[in-house]
C-alpha cells in the first residue's frame, strides 16, 4: 500500500510539471506576440509622424515660394558661403578676391576675356546656281606634269605653269612684275570664231589669302578673237576688253554697264580656295562666290565670244592659283525635259574624287530638284548614278551606286518623301559620250532623275 501511495504521489507530481511547463510556455508566447504588437505600433507612429514633418516642410516652402519671402535663397547663400569659408583649396575663390570691406582686390582681379569670334560657316540652302549640261570645255588638272605648261590652255602673256598646291594639281600664275601673273586663253576648236553659245555657265575653283589676290574673267579670246572687237579706237589688249574681276570681298566688272556690287558674306574674307561660277543668258549675268550670290546684271550691251583667264597681285608676292574650270551650254529648262524625254540628265553634281561625297557647289542642282518636286507634287524619281570608264566596272558601279543614294539621301533631307525616290547605280555601262577626252568622261560621269 505504501508503494502504491508513492507511485501516485510521483505520477501527479510529474502531470504537475508538465502543466507548469506547458502553461509557462503559453505564457512566454503571448508575451512575445504582445512584444510585437507594440514594436509594430510604436513603428507605425514613427512613421506616420515622419511623414506629417516631411509633408509641413514641403507646405511650407510652397507657401514661402508663393509669398516670395526669400528664406530658401538665404539659407542658400548662407550654405554656399559656409563652404567657401571652409574650403582649403589652394584656387581662387570669392572671398580670396575681395578685401575686408567687400570690394575687389586689385591685384587678384581676373583680366577680361574677349568673347570668342563664330567661325564662318557656308549657307548653301539659297544657292540658285544651276550649271548647263552639255561640257564645251573642262580641265581638271588631271595627269599634267608640274613645271609644264598647262596643256589645254594658250599663252597670252606672263608666266604660267602647272602646279602642284594644297595636295592637289593647279594653274600656277607665277608672278612676273609688280602687278602679278599673265593671262591665258583654252584651246578649243575654231577658237577664233564665237565659241560661246547664247547660254551658259562657266565654273572655276581660285586661292584667296587676302585682299591682294584678284581674279580676272574676260569674255573674249584676245588671243585668237582680235579681229572681232577690234576697231579704230580700241586697241587688241586685254584691258579693252569686258571682264568680271574677283576679289576677297566680292566682284567688279569693266565695261559691263558699269555694274558693281561688292560685298559678300564674311566667308570669302577668310583664306582658302573659292568656288566661281558665272551665268550667262542672252544678255544677263549672275555671278557667284561660294554660296553668294554677288552680281545679278539684267542686260548687257555685249555679246562674249570666248573666255580668258588671268591673276593679279598687289603685294608684289605669288599671283595665284586656279582649278577645276569648266565651261557648259546652258539647256532649257530640266522640267521641260521632264515632259519630253521623261527625265533629265545633270553634270552640275558633283562629287570628290572617288568618293560619294557631294561637293557644296552641287546644292545649286539640288535645289533646282527639290523646289521642281515640291511644284510638282505627284513627281517621282529614279536617281540613276553614271561614271566615266577610269577604273574597274566593279568599282565603278559600286561608286555611281553610292552616288545615287547619296543623292536621293540629300533630296530626303531637304524635305521630298522617301516614297516617292528611288536610287540605281550604271557605272560607265551607259556612256553619253567617248571617254578619250576629259570633255567626254565629264560628260560621263553625270546623275539622271527618271520618271517613273
Known amino acids: 500500500m505504501r508503494n502504491l501511495l508513492i507511485l501516485l504521489i510521483s505520477i501527479f507530481f510529474l502531470n504537475g510539471m508538465a502543466f507548469s511547463q506547458i502553461n509557462l510556455n503559453k505564457v512566454v508566447d503571448r508575451s512575445v506576440k504582445k512584444a510585437e504588437r507594440n514594436v509594430e505600433r510604436r513603428v507605425e507612429r514613427r512613421i506616420d509622424k515622419g511623414v506629417d514633418n516631411v509633408l509641413d516642410k514641403t507646405e511650407e516652402g510652397i507657401d514661402e515660394t508663393v509669398k516670395g519671402d526669400g528664406k530658401d535663397k538665404k539659407n542658400d547663400d548662407k550654405k554656399s558661403d559656409d563652404k567657401n569659408k571652409g574650403s582649403k583649396s589652394d584656387s581662387k575663390t570669392e572671398e580670396s578676391t575681395t578685401n575686408d570691406k567687400g570690394a575687389p582686390a586689385k591685384d587678384e582681379v581676373p583680366a577680361p576675356q574677349e568673347p570668342e569670334k563664330p567661325k564662318p560657316v557656308l549657307e548653301w540652302a539659297k544657292y540658285d546656281f544651276v550649271p548647263g549640261t552639255e561640257i564645251i570645255f573642262e580641265d581638271n588638272q588631271e595627269g599634267e606634269q608640274n613645271g609644264e605648261f598647262p596643256s589645254k590652255w594658250d599663252l597670252v602673256r606672263g608666266n604660267v605653269e602647272n602646279a602642284n598646291f594644297d595636295g592637289g594639281n593647279v594653274i600656277y600664275f607665277i608672278k612676273v612684275n609688280s602687278n602679278g601673273g599673265g593671262g591665258i586663253v583654252p584651246l578649243i576648236r575654231n577658237n577664233s570664231q564665237d565659241y560661246l553659245p547664247d547660254e551658259f555657265t562657266i565654273e572655276f575653283d581660285a586661292y584667296f589669302t587676302d585682299h591682294h589676290f584678284t581674279y580676272f574673267l574676260f569674255f573674249a579670246d584676245y588671243k585668237n578673237q582680235k579681229n572681232i572687237f577690234r576697231s579704230g579706237t580700241e586697241p587688241a589688249t586685254w584691258s579693252a576688253e569686258k571682264y568680271l574681276r574677283f576679289k576677297q570681298n566680292g566682284a567688279d566688272g569693266k565695261n559691263i554697264d558699269s555694274k558693281t556690287m561688292?560685298?559678300?558674306?564674311?566667308?570669302?574674307?577668310?583664306?582658302?580656295?573659292?568656288?566661281?561660277?558665272?551665268?550667262?543668258?542672252?544678255?544677263?549675268?549672275?555671278?557667284?562666290?561660294?554660296?553668294?550670290?554677288?552680281?545679278?546684271?539684267?542686260?548687257?550691251?555685249?555679246?562674249?565670244?570666248?573666255?580668258?583667264?588671268?591673276?593679279?597681285?598687289?603685294?608684289?608676292?605669288?599671283?595665284?592659283?586656279?582649278?577645276?574650270?569648266?565651261?557648259?551650254?546652258?539647256?532649257?529648262?530640266?522640267?521641260?525635259?521632264?515632259?519630253?524625254?521623261?527625265?533629265?540628265?545633270t553634270t552640275g553634281i558633283k562629287f570628290d574624287v572617288n568618293k560619294a561625297t557631294i561637293k557644296a557647289e552641287s546644292i545649286g542642282t539640288i535645289n533646282y530638284v527639290v523646289k521642281m518636286m515640291q511644284d510638282n507634287p505627284t513627281l517621282r524619281f529614279s536617281v540613276e548614278g553614271h561614271t566615266d570608264s577610269d577604273g574597274e566596272d566593279a568599282s565603278n558601279l559600286k561608286l555611281s551606286e553610292a552616288r545615287a543614294k547619296a543623292v536621293m539621301d540629300k533630296l530626303v533631307e531637304s524635305g521630298i518623301a522617301k516614297d516617292r525616290l528611288t536610287s540605281k547605280g550604271h557605272g560607265e555601262s551607259k556612256p553619253m559620250a567617248a571617254n578619250d577626252s576629259p570633255e567626254g568622261k565629264a560628260q560621263n560621269r553625270r546623275v539622271e532623275f527618271v520618271k517613273f
Open 262 to 345: 561688292p560685298g559678300t558674306n564674311s566667308s570669302t574674307n577668310n583664306p582658302g580656295w573659292r568656288h566661281i561660277a558665272v551665268s550667262f543668258n542672252k544678255r544677263a549675268i549672275k555671278a557667284y562666290i561660294d554660296d553668294t550670290r554677288i552680281l545679278n546684271i539684267p542686260n548687257v550691251s555685249f555679246n562674249p565670244t570666248g573666255i580668258g583667264l588671268s591673276s593679279q597681285n598687289s603685294d608684289g608676292k605669288k599671283a595665284g592659283y586656279i582649278k577645276n574650270i569648266r565651261i557648259a551650254k546652258g539647256a532649257v529648262p530640266l522640267y521641260d525635259k521632264v515632259l519630253t524625254d521623261g527625265k533629265f540628265v
